[in-house]
């Protein structure tokens, strides 16, 4: 795609064992320069050196009523911790729930400070659950999206991820068919796993600087969908649910056509009607947003193309990593279309 030569991609499975991430993608991208780092690394990698730090940040004073407080979920499949955040305006009423993944190197607090997802669902009155990687699962802390055997249903990190899900539906009152699923990087391609593993469970899905499902299949793969592109599986054996897409136009790190493949592989078989809408945030970030509607008008594609962002939350806080506080704001506009991707009538 942009005319370098071939990867010795032995040499980049060697180097990426040994820990030398920035080596690995030089050679993948065909120079001598290491490449910019982001929240998407593989399995067994330490750290991104020149990474921010993913350090605690402020606990942000919270409504009275309101909680964030730490759970576990266990199964055959393994065992997750995860943050549960219920607004103050819940009173036990069902209400729609919102599962965030978060991206490589960071943490369920950090995502939660950065993302501001905490505030809107005060504001709509919606939990948010934000499972936590393990360290033991990946060194990183990456949701294993290119890894085989966590793409498929019923297994590995997607059944943990789901498990984790109807636990929340156990311990407090989560609305019928208004669960959703959302990340960033490699949280935001395990998102896209997730509704094409679950399209029962997640009414609709968010994939900010991600991937499709089924992009990568190992290491190797994975590092070439980053860069090139990775189609994922277009066989039509994926359920199509509901997308919203987020992606930077000057992303280093997962190149921005991954956002058209996530939303040609989400796309369903009827015809739509298309919108598109040029914009500017109040940030001064431009951007292309193009909405697709089904016959009943009910958005089921969109994608957000921001114009000069690189990898990072849309919008977000500075209080949390890999975030662009100048962008349109990701975490409210995912909030609208889920929120208006529940069962028909709604």
């Known amino acids: 795609m942009f005319g370098l030569s071939k990867p010795d991609m032995a040499e980049v499975t060697r180097l990426t064992r040994e820990g030398r991430l920035h080596e690995a993608m030089a050679v993948l991208r065909g120079r001598a320069q290491g490449a910019p780092s982001g929240p998407v690394a593989g399995r067994r990698f330490p750290r991104l050196p020149d990474a921010p730090a993913a350090a605690p940040p402020p606990a942000a004073p919270r409504p009275d009523g309101a909680s964030f407080a730490e759970h576990r979920f266990t199964s055959a499949a393994g065992s997750r911790a995860y943050k549960l955040y219920i607004p103050s305006g819940y009173r036990g009423q069902p209400v729609p729930l919102i599962v965030m993944l978060h991206g490589c190197t960071q943490s369920p607090d950090d995502f939660a400070a950065g993302t501001r997802m905490n505030d809107v669902a005060e504001d709509a009155t919606f939990l948010v659950a934000y499972p936590a990687q393990t360290k033991a699962a990946n060194m990183s802390k990456c949701w294993n999206w290119f890894s085989a055997a966590d793409q498929a249903r019923g297994r590995g990190e997607p059944a943990l991820i789901a498990g984790l899900t109807a636990q929340v539906g156990e311990q407090v009152a989560v609305a019928r068919g208004r669960v959703f699923v959302a990340g960033l990087s490699a949280g935001g391609a395990a998102a896209a796993v997730m509704g094409a593993a679950y399209p029962d469970v997640y009414a609709g899905v968010g994939v900010h600087s991600g991937l499709a499902c089924g992009a990568a299949r190992d290491m190797p793969s994975a590092f070439a969908a980053m860069r090139d592109g990775g189609a994922g599986r277009v066989d039509g054996s994926l359920g199509s649910v509901p997308t919203i897409v987020f992606h930077g136009d000057r992303d280093a ?44 008008g009910r958005a089921v594609i969109e994608q957000w193309i921001l114009h000069g962002a690189g990898h990072a939350w849309s919008g977000g806080s500075p209080a949390g990593t890999y975030t662009d506080p100048r962008g349109p704001d990701a975490s409210r506009e995912m909030a609208r279309f889920f929120l208006g991707c529940g069962p028909a009538g709604d």
């Not at 790190?253 to 996530?262: A, K, L, S």
């Not at 040609?264 to 919108?275: I, Y």
């Open 253 to 296: 790190t997962v190149h921005p056509v991954n956002g058209d493949h996530v939303i040609s592989q989400a796309k369903p078989t009827e015809a739509l009607d298309v919108a598109v809408e040029q914009g500017r945030s109040v940030g001064g970030m431009a951007y292309t947003r193009r909405v697709q509607r089904n016959g009943s």
